[in-house]
């Protein structure tokens, strides 16, 4: 049975820092990525990173900011925020997809990010 868990949400302050961790089961993947839905918004893509290969790519609205970073041996994905901004407030998601797959077919339940002002 796949299953990812995303740890690591809550609340800072504008400015701060936070590291979303996101652990994988049940199989192998060949890209993870991480996604968030603000209230009102449509989910949106945040960072993605290449399993085996370890290239990443960004929106751009977090690059400079956002680090996304695998450990093979714990199967976990982590998401390190900085200069976080009160634009950044969503619930965030992890995502995986299997080779050969355009879209991403496994998914976490999302964690709580609130950045205040």
């Known amino acids: 049975q796949v299953q990812l868990v995303e740890s690591g949400g809550g609340l800072v302050q504008a400015g701060g820092s936070l590291r979303l961790s996101c652990a994988a089961s049940?199989?192998?993947?060949?890209?993870m990525g991480w996604f968030r839905q603000a209230p009102g918004k449509e989910r949106e893509f945040v960072a993605a990173?290449?399993?085996?290969?370890?290239?990443?790519s960004y929106a751009d609205s977090v690059k400079g900011r956002f680090t996304i970073s695998r450990n093979n041996a714990k199967n976990t994905v982590y998401l390190q925020m900085n200069s976080l901004k009160p634009e950044d407030t969503a619930v965030y998601y992890c995502?995986?997809?299997?080779?050969?797959?355009?879209?991403?077919?496994?998914w976490g339940q999302g964690t709580q990010v609130t950045v205040s002002s």
């Open positions: 049940g199989r192998t993947f060949s890209t």
């Open positions: 995502a995986a997809k299997v080779a050969g797959s355009i879209h991403y077919k496994y």
């Open positions: 990173i290449n399993w085996s290969a370890g290239s990443t």
